[in-house]
């Protein structure tokens, strides 16, 4: 008999906001790319909401585990500081590069804020691949400076694309590597999913 077959919740809801978010990056790469990229970043775009739509197809058929990690106080207060300092960092970061001039920075400014942030957050879900995935995005963010500096590339194009390219990554990856016994399958124990909190 085949044994039933089931993502993390919280990993997959998790996938879905990087899968809605590479969305977001990859338009936001399409503000003043060089020509040659503005089909692939279509197609990048195209590529998020088809892996959005998978991941919420999983939660619809009820192919992922019950419960959520949120449903933990102290995970949930950890979620809102972390949420909460990345939106005053994000504000106030676009806000002093507008006043410097620079608001072209803006892209990569707040894609390194939304890198940094999976940090942390990585360690409150305790999910490793999260934390990665937010270095990987830090070291886009700052290298889409850099080019922007050097007048390579404008940094919109450069974060929108690089981060759109990470969240995809991760979305992805989820799809592939979360399924997991069901728990109430003979001979398998509970799972812990990459955004289960650890119980208190």
């Known amino acids: 008999m085949v044994t039933a077959r089931l993502w993390d919740r919280g990993e997959v809801i998790g996938a879905m906001v990087l899968a809605f978010a590479g969305i977001a990056w990859f338009g936001w790469a399409q503000d003043d790319p060089p020509s040659s ?76 804020v939304v890198g940094v942030h999976f940090v942390p957050l990585a360690k409150i879900f305790h999910a490793r691949g999260l934390a990665l995935t937010g270095v990987l995005v830090a070291i886009v963010a700052v290298a889409a400076a850099g080019l922007g500096l050097a007048g390579a590339l404008t940094p919109s194009a450069g974060a929108g694309a690089g981060g759109g390219v990470v969240f995809i990554g991760y979305a992805g990856w989820v799809l592939r590597r979360g399924r997991l016994p069901d728990p109430t399958a003979a001979g398998h124990g509970q799972p812990v999913g990459a955004f289960r909190s650890k119980k208190r």
């Open 37 to 112: 990229w503005v089909p692939y970043l279509a197609a990048g775009s195209m590529l998020s909401a088809l892996l959005l739509i998978a991941l919420v197809v999983l939660l619809v058929r009820r192919r992922t585990t019950s419960g959520s990690p949120m449903s933990d106080p102290g995970t949930r207060r950890g979620y809102w500081i972390t949420v909460g300092m990345e939106v005053v960092l994000i504000v106030g970061g676009n806000l002093l590069l507008a006043a410097l001039g620079h608001p072209e920075y803006d892209a990569a400014w707040t894609l390194l």
